[in-house]
């Protein structure tokens, strides 16, 4: 990917743009198409720009050196889905290039599930946004991203060493920094995994359930990045696509109760049908 950046005085507005889902009430993203063009406007502070090949170009308020890589994360995005790829709003974590996204909405733990599969050894690929296809009979999702995004609240030992974010912000980890892996290279779409109201006191540390393929399709629809934004051509493409993930891969639904010791049980749960998976 070759990203152009420059700095400007002004963006333009919110009004004509889609607003997308996203994980926290702040930074707003916005999506547009025109023709071939496709743009996102984050939080006010830059326009991402994408009109075929390869080039990102990012018009900013700030200073066009090192971007955020909450940006590139978005701009690596806007390429895939250009290219054919699905994209959803999901964490990712693999052991040996056998992926496990984890869908929920904003809050409900994924980048806390993904900072705690970490912790197990297990290998980063997002704590955001999964990109994926069709390459033969299986669904791939092209690489990885090592930086997860937690409330400092929640994790307060996970940010030392770490940038300090502002008061409002998540702490931005990479997770190599920490030791810990993300994954290289591919890696193969094998288990579902959605998140769940949180248990109560007296109930176990986390359960697991299994869920029909209709329940894991909704998961899926309710958690794609863009699909507010795609053509009628596309949105049929996407249906028949994420009919096929629902039916092939298994799904379950997790329910977690508070506290990092039960969430790092969760992710070895997760880990442990994860293992099952990678020889199939």
Not at 8 to 19: E, I, K, N, Q, Y
Not at 152 to 178: F, N, Q, T
Request: proline share 7%; with cysteine; hydrophobic share 40%.
């Amino acid at each position: 990917m070759q990203v152009t950046a420059r700095r400007v005085a002004s963006l333009p507005p919110t009004r004509d743009f889609t607003p997308l889902q996203q994980s926290s009430p702040s930074p707003g993203i916005f999506w547009r198409r025109q023709g071939a063009l496709r743009s996102i406007l984050w939080g006010g502070a830059a326009l991402l720009e994408v009109e075929g090949g390869d080039t990102l170009r990012i018009d900013t308020l700030r200073n066009a050196d090192g971007l955020p890589a909450e940006i590139l994360n978005l701009g690596a995005a806007l390429l895939l889905s250009g290219r054919g790829h699905q994209i959803l709003h999901a964490g990712g974590l693999a052991r040996d290039r056998v992926l496990a996204v984890i869908l929920g909405p904003p809050g409900s733990g994924k980048s806390s599930l993904v900072l705690a599969g970490a912790r197990q050894g297990m290998q980063v690929v997002s704590d955001e946004i999964i990109p994926f296809r069709m390459r033969g009979t299986s669904f791939v999702c092209p690489g990885s991203n090592p930086v997860v995004r937690v409330d400092p609240r929640r994790a307060p030992g996970e940010i030392r060493g770490h940038p300090a974010p502002d008061a409002r912000d998540k702490a931005a980890i990479d997770v190599r920094r920490s030791g810990w892996r993300c994954a290289e290279g591919a890696s193969r779409l094998a288990l579902i995994v959605l998140l769940g109201p949180r248990l109560g006191r007296g109930a176990p540390r986390y359960r697991l359930e299994r869920l029909a393929p209709t329940e894991a399709l909704i998961g899926l629809l309710d958690n794609t990045f863009n699909r507010r934004v795609l053509t009628a051509a596309e949105l049929r493409r996407h249906l028949r696509c994420y009919a096929s993930v629902a039916k092939e891969l298994p799904a379950y639904r997790l329910r977690v109760r508070s506290g990092m010791t039960n969430v790092d049980a969760a992710a070895r749960g997760v880990d442990q049908r994860l293992a099952r998976l990678r020889t199939t």
